[in-house]
């Protein structure tokens, strides 16, 4: 079976409206219901230049969620405090991985008091820079209820460590043949060429996207956990390759 999902990163009180608004336009048209990365308390100097304030951040926020979109926890305030690349080894940043437990409790403590006083009722926790490790799930299940992350490298959701995981493994959208895939789009970067390859996917494929309440989750496996480990270590050797053949190419001829 063959099934699509969508994930938007990084809504926060700066973005750039316009940027969000032809994904929320162009969802609505076709009733598809995307997972959408909210942050708590923005501290991120790059988010926080993308756009004016806007102070009814938290009230676009319910109207997502009255809209059924999926409203996931994206960290506390997304600024990155070491180059941990924790459970995934995606990227050489994080929020959470490395982190000291305690650390990691308030920062979770902090953020779901933030949806609770909102009334937003997120579903899904998104680490920022797809970095985490165990201590950010032991901080959510003392400190909220969300059962679902928004992560991994398989081919179809899975169960780990008490939760259920939605893989993410495109940042575009590509004609898949069989399992779940999700797309994992940043609005306020996302060029015009990759949105309109996207608006064209959806309209010749809009019935495939489904809803996160209609996944069934496996348990994970040895044969899940050696994939998962093959895929990692694939991206670090041609990410590795890619910097290297970069780094070459800019030292001078006949040195």
Not at 5 to 29: A, G, Q, Y
Not at 90 to 95: G, H, I, L
Not at 112 to 132: D, G, L, Q
Not at 136 to 150: F, G, V
């Amino acid at each position: 079976m063959l099934r699509y999902l969508i994930r938007l990163d990084d809504l926060c009180p700066t973005n750039n409206l316009p940027k969000w608004e032809r994904f929320f336009t162009l969802f609505d048209r076709y009733d598809i219901k995307p997972i959408i990365a909210v942050i708590p308390a923005n501290k991120d100097p790059k988010l926080q230049a993308c756009g004016n304030f806007n102070p009814y951040y938290w009230q676009l926020v319910r109207e997502l969620q009255s809209k059924n979109y999926v409203i996931g926890m994206h960290g506390f305030d997304h600024y990155y405090i070491n180059h941990n690349s924790g459970l995934l080894k995606m990227n050489n940043r994080s929020e959470f991985a490395g982190v000291p437990l305690q650390t990691q409790k308030e920062k979770i403590r902090k953020a779901s008091e933030i949806f609770k006083r909102e009334n937003i009722h997120p579903s899904v926790f998104i680490a920022p820079a797809h970095t985490f490790d165990r201590n950010t799930l032991l901080a959510l299940q003392e400190y909220t209820n969300i059962k679902i992350i928004s992560d991994g490298l398989l081919r179809s959701p899975y169960i780990r460590f008490g939760f259920n995981w939605v893989p993410v493994q495109l940042s575009e959208v590509e004609q898949k043949t069989k399992h779940t895939w999700t797309f994992n789009y940043h609005p306020e970067t996302c060029p015009a060429k990759a949105f309109n390859e996207l608006e064209h996917f959806i309209e010749r494929n809009h019935h495939l996207f489904v809803s996160l309440d209609s996944l069934e989750f496996s348990n994970y496996t040895m044969a899940n956990a050696i994939f998962e480990k093959y895929s990692i270590y694939k991206r670090l050797a041609r990410d590795y390759a890619q910097k290297l053949i970069a780094f070459m190419e800019r030292i001078p001829a006949g040195n």
